[in-house]
């Protein structure tokens, strides 16, 4: 009696830690959701009348207590019409809706009240401005209205070039960069670990096993151990030697000897090998050795074997291999800021040009650009929301990489379901 | 009994026994002085019969006899096994298997064997009995066509599965699967087929249908049979090799050996008096 009412508490205890990680699951995926879509809601615009006789028109950039922080038209730079406002100050406040808003082409925002004519005169006004987009109205947008914009600035974030770092524009170059990179990375890393894996399975003995837990205590490694590693060996040495070789008469502009794609994906190639390495000789480990014993029995080399028969078999744990690989690969960012990672490229790593793809290129990720935004924007009330919104893009990215793989991989397990049974 | 257990004296090692065949038999895989050693462990002691050829040949013995070892002697299984040693000859059509100039997998490819738990590999059944003749760089579809119905139709399995070639081999039931890796096994042309206690998976219904199976290939493959099952032995078998701790206590045809065993060891195993 009193074994088995523990043994319910015990369920319960587990029953509720498992509870509590997905509520903690759900939570940050809301979260995240909730301010990774803020920014591309469009806020009203609001002309507040001060105790002093002052009006200001502009949009909420924040509340934080009592106080509003208003931002202006930005008439001279980027994030230099910011006005703190508390609370006891405010004498009115209203959403005029004749209020207009122009987003110029370097991300600054240019508030005024009238009509389009009245929105042109003052976009004249300002020297050196170049609008993006036609002037809005949001005040006088009802919900659809709004739905609109948000889908419309949502879907720019997604496909629009970067104008300034951090602060304005779309990610579409970091979402290229992060996604060329992890797929580079994939190519590269996948061969050499399912060629290690097979050796290390192959053979027996106190060499393979040192081998083996090498590998094992690699995937323990920090990250920015692995970049230090990336810049010293492949920028500063291979990097180096490859410039010397073959790109001398461009020196001394570094074609290869700086940072670029190419380092980038070897360096996340070797952070993810050991991931690769284990799951892929654990797949192996998996397969009844009764297959090995018939296809040899049949005249197949081991090498044969290897190849036609055991490879395929283990295929879903080679996927299993890349999918905690590209996990790893896509959160590490901190190696990549040694060996290519840039704020701006000045063009992506893959376009229409021969030879498309451009592994000496500097490029940008999406990791980088929530570090860039959060940490080194000039504009923090715009570089944090841009933060969530970057990282929101990453999860879905890795997300969507990972599901590809999953379900290929349970169409794999199907058919090699009594396998493992 | 315990006296039976260690080998007594007058258990013979090779030369002493005398492997009395009908004249006129024809030899398929002569075994001479075959001995073999796991490390510093004997499992074998100068085995040595011919196995006749086209006839089925049951190997029995009590367990740790060494009857699976014999087999995985008979196509250099044994050589992936690390401190694997071998001495003595197995001769195929004149020549040692053992020899220093053979060729391993074309050893294997003309000594086939069949496992005792199904092993199909995880392919479709057409991949599964293609498998061989594919390693042997046959290419063509219409070939390999050929060869897989023909190889499934000599196994009798053709009926069952030539409306789903293409699904997975896994999904047959065990007594499909064990003639599968049968049908597997002769897709590479063998001359000899080696079984490991091929029926001990399988229910008496595919056992029975198993047996007749034995028989049919039998016509044309030389079969060398690991069974525990006396009455198995006795149903199929032409020849019956009884192991006893490594060494070869007699051989013979088998109602001959069964019914009027000529060593004690034998008659004591076949009767059951066996501990």
Not at chain 1, 66 to 89: F, H, N, P, Q, W
Not at chain 2, 130 to 144: D, F, I, N, Q, S
């Amino acid at each position: 009696m009193r074994r088995g009412s523990s043994g319910e508490g015990a369920l319960w205890l587990c029953a509720g830690a498992a509870a509590a990680c997905l509520a903690a699951i759900v939570a940050l995926l809301v979260w995240l959701g909730a301010a990774g879509l803020a920014p591309f809601w469009p806020a009203p615009i609001v002309e507040i009348g001060l105790a002093d006789g002052h009006t200001l028109l502009g949009e909420v950039a924040e509340r934080r207590g009592s106080t509003l922080v208003i931002r202006g038209s930005e008439r001279e730079r980027i994030g230099g019409a910011y006005a703190r406002i508390e609370a006891d100050a405010i004498v009115s406040r209203d959403t005029p809706r004749d209020a207009f808003a122009v987003t110029l082409s370097d991300g600054r925002r240019i508030f005024g009240r009238g009509d389009p004519p009245a929105a042109d005169a003052l976009l004249r006004s300002i020297p050196g401005a170049n609008a993006s987009a036609p002037a809005e109205w949001p005040n006088a947008h009802g919900l659809f209205g709004r739905m609109g914009t948000f889908l419309r600035d949502a879907g720019r974030f997604l496909v629009a070039s970067t104008m300034a770092p951090s602060l304005a524009g779309g990610a579409f170059p970091a979402l290229v960069g992060t996604v060329v990179l992890v797929f580079l990375m994939s190519l590269i890393v996948m061969p050499f670990g399912v060629a290690t894996a097979v050796y290390l399975h192959e053979r027996r003995g106190f060499a393979a096993s040192l081998v083996r837990s090498a590998i094992a205590n690699l995937a323990g490694v920090p990250s920015i151990v692995y970049g230090v590693l990336g810049l010293g060996l492949f920028v500063h040495g291979i990097g180096a030697d490859v410039d010397r070789w073959f790109f001398a008469d461009r020196l001394p502009v570094p074609t290869f000897g700086s940072g670029g794609l190419l380092w980038a994906a070897l360096t996340l190639a070797l952070l993810t090998l050991p991931v690769v390495v284990v799951s892929v000789e654990e797949g192996l480990g998996r397969i009844p050795p009764g297959l090995l014993a018939g296809s040899l029995a049949l005249g197949a080399t081991r090498g044969e074997t290897m190849w036609r028969l055991l490879l395929p078999a283990a295929r879903p744990a080679l996927l299993t291999g890349l999918i905690l690989a590209i996990a790893r690969a896509a959160g590490a960012v901190a190696p990549l800021m040694l060996v290519g990672v840039v704020r701006l490229a000045p063009a992506l790593p893959v376009d229409g040009a021969f030879p498309f793809l451009h592994p000496s290129r500097q490029f940008m990720h999406l990791g980088f650009s929530v570090y860039d935004a959060a940490l080194a924007s000039p504009d923090a009330l715009r570089g944090i929301p841009r933060a969530y919104a970057c990282a929101l893009l990453l999860v879905i990215v890795v997300v969507a990489l990972n599901l590809a793989a999953i379900v290929l991989r349970n169409r794999l397990r199907e058919r090699y379901r009594v396998l493992e049974g | 009994m315990a006296t039976t257990m260690t080998a007594p004296d007058n258990v013979p090692g090779t030369a002493a026994v005398t492997v009395e065949l009908p004249a006129g038999v024809e030899i398929a895989l002569e075994l001479r002085a075959l001995s073999l050693w796991y490390g510093a462990r004997q499992a074998l002691d100068a085995v040595g019969f011919g196995v006749p050829a086209r006839k089925i040949t049951a190997l029995i013995g009590p367990s740790a006899s060494g009857k699976s070892s014999l087999l995985r002697c008979l196509n250099r299984l044994n050589d992936e096994l690390p401190e694997c040693r071998v001495e003595g000859e197995v001769l195929l059509g004149g020549t040692n298997i053992y020899a220093k100039d053979a060729i391993v997998h074309e050893v294997r490819r003309r000594i086939g064997m069949v496992f005792q738990k199904p092993n199909p590999f995880p392919l479709s059944v057409y991949e599964n009995v293609a498998y061989g003749p594919r390693l042997l760089g046959v290419k063509g579809r219409r070939e390999l066509d050929a060869s897989v119905e023909g190889a499934l139709k000599a196994v009798r399995l053709w009926d069952e599965v030539s409306a789903r070639l293409d699904d997975s081999a896994l999904a047959l039931s065990l007594g499909q699967q064990q003639r599968l890796v049968i049908a597997r096994a002769l897709a590479v042309g063998p001359e000899i087929l080696l079984m490991d206690e091929p029926a001990s998976a399988l229910d008496p219904a595919a056992t029975l249908r198993f047996e007749e199976l034995l028989h049919e290939l039998a016509q044309r493959y030389t079969v060398l049979l690991v069974t525990h099952n006396m009455q198995q032995a006795a149903r199929v078998s032409d020849y019956v090799a009884f192991l006893h701790q490594g060494r070869l206590v007699e051989f013979g045809d088998t109602d001959a050996l069964l019914t009027n065993p000529r060593e004690r060891l034998t008659e004591d195993y076949i009767t059951g008096r066996y501990a």
